[in-house]
């Protein structure tokens, strides 16, 4: 595989970061995931604007044009003849010298690595058929989960224990109320409304998130942005989540209790589908 690292097109075993880089040593990087379908990136906008804000928020510097992205999410996509599959970007704040809490002065170049990762079905995941079971955990993260860092620590433990559960993702729970899914934004359905959290420092601003909800209220879908308990989402009709990586995924299940009749609903369904059709028009 060819990846990106700082300007070059590299083979992967020559693509070396050193051990003094703050992504290494301090979870001092964001990143970025975001998908391919036919060979074009979906939602290239969203997921760049929001990579401007994770490293403003942490005064973080990369003197990339929008542009130079393109080019580089193109090349690779090329290179590695990617038709379905994902975009890893993470920029971390590089490093100066030896491991300090403060930040290396100004100027000091960041660390941006590029890859693919191909994948076949993710637009026709058979998870997306057969939805998903999931368990709630108490959100143990830190408070700016708004910014996209690969901090990843406690949802990696998170979808361990759920896999331990013989489930597949956690929802967390944090002052009686879900926040969002360990690596996903979540939702409910009921009596046709839509249901999801409001944004704040609690979530991440989801890309899939965003553009959902636009498409939903487009095709007069009705929309709730509120928190919700996890007694009431396995009271509601259907459960569903959306990340750029599973687009949107149906949960049948909630810590053992089936939502609806245990099966995808009908909501959800659709707007996998209209999220799909739309975001492929505004594809590059
Ligand atoms: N929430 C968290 C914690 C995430 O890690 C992700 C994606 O990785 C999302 C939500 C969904 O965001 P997006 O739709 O931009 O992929």
């Not at 044009?65 to 990617?82: M, P, Y």
């Not at 979540?186 to 420092?201: A, C, E, F, M």
Request: net charge negative; aromatic share 8%; glycine share 6%.
């Amino acid at each position: 595989r060819t990846v990106y690292l700082n300007g070059e097109y590299l083979p992967e075993a020559e693509a070396k970061v050193s051990v003094f880089d703050r992504g290494f040593v301090m979870g001092d990087a964001v990143y970025e995931v975001t998908s391919v379908l036919g060979g074009k990136i979906l939602e290239f906008e969203g997921h760049m604007n929001r990579l401007a804000r994770s490293m403003a928020e942490l005064e973080m510097t990369c003197d990339l044009t929008r542009d130079e992205w393109v080019e580089i999410h193109r090349q690779l996509i090329a290179r590695n003849n990617i038709d379905e599959g994902l975009i890893y970007l993470q920029v971390s704040r590089g490093n100066a010298g030896d491991r300090d809490f403060h930040y290396p002065p100004e100027g000091t170049p960041p660390t941006v690595v590029l890859y693919t990762q191909a994948k076949q079905n993710l637009a026709n995941d058979p998870k997306a058929k057969t939805g998903i079971k999931v368990i709630s955990l108490p959100d143990l993260r830190w408070h700016r989960r708004d910014i996209k860092t690969v901090q990843l620590l406690y949802p990696s433990m998170a979808k361990m224990a759920a896999e331990a559960q013989g489930k597949h993702d956690a929802w967390f729970v944090e002052d009686g109320f879900v926040t969002e899914g360990s690596s996903n934004n979540v939702y409910i359905v009921k009596d046709g409304k839509i249901i999801t959290r409001q944004l704040s420092h609690d979530i991440l601003h989801g890309i899939t998130r965003a553009s959902l909800l636009k498409y939903a209220a487009e095709a007069q879908m009705e929309i709730e942005e509120r928190p919700f308990t996890i007694e009431e989402a396995q009271s509601a009709d259907e459960a569903f989540f959306t990340s750029a990586s599973a687009f949107v995924m149906p949960v049948v299940e909630i810590d053992n209790a089936a939502i609806g009749d245990g099966t995808p609903g009908r909501v959800a369904a659709r707007l996998r589908e209209i999220y799909l059709d739309e975001s492929l028009k505004s594809a590059i």
